[in-house]
């Protein structure tokens, strides 16, 4: 499909996927949608690579033993950075 001015119209622009916007930020609460606004704010990369340091101070550098709770912690911290690369790689994958 094109334009009145001869350009293609994308179709993942369709009505259909720009509707789905506004449903998927209704079905965010207020904190989830500071948290992204944050996350997007300090740069994704900067963001990934202070979690690992985190996590690799308090897994290598560390000379108590972690518990249970403080392995699910930094688990936890490895899934919140590797989805954050997953939506850099994304996000660099369109502006290409």
Same mark, same amino acid.
Not at 10 to 34: D, G
Not at 37 to 44: I, R
């Given at each position: ?7 293609? $119209?994308? &179709? ?5 996927? *720009?509707?789905? *916007? &506004? ?21 994704? &990369?900067?963001?990934? #690579? $202070? ?10 550098? $560390? $000379?108590? &033993?972690?518990?249970? *709770? ?22 660099? #994958?369109?502006? #290409?």
């Amino acid at each position: 499909m094109s334009t009145q001015d001869g350009q293609k $119209s994308c &179709p993942q622009c369709s009505s259909a996927n *720009a509707q789905s *916007a &506004p449903k998927i930020s209704q079905m965010l609460s207020p904190a989830q949608i500071q948290l992204l606004d944050y996350a997007d704010a300090l740069d994704g &990369p900067d963001l990934v #690579k $202070s979690l690992k340091l985190l996590h690799n101070i308090a897994v290598y550098h $560390s $000379s108590e &033993p972690l518990d249970e *709770a403080e392995k699910d912690a930094l688990y936890s911290v490895k899934g919140l950075w590797e989805c954050i690369e997953r939506i850099v790689f994304e996000k660099l #994958k369109v502006k #290409k």
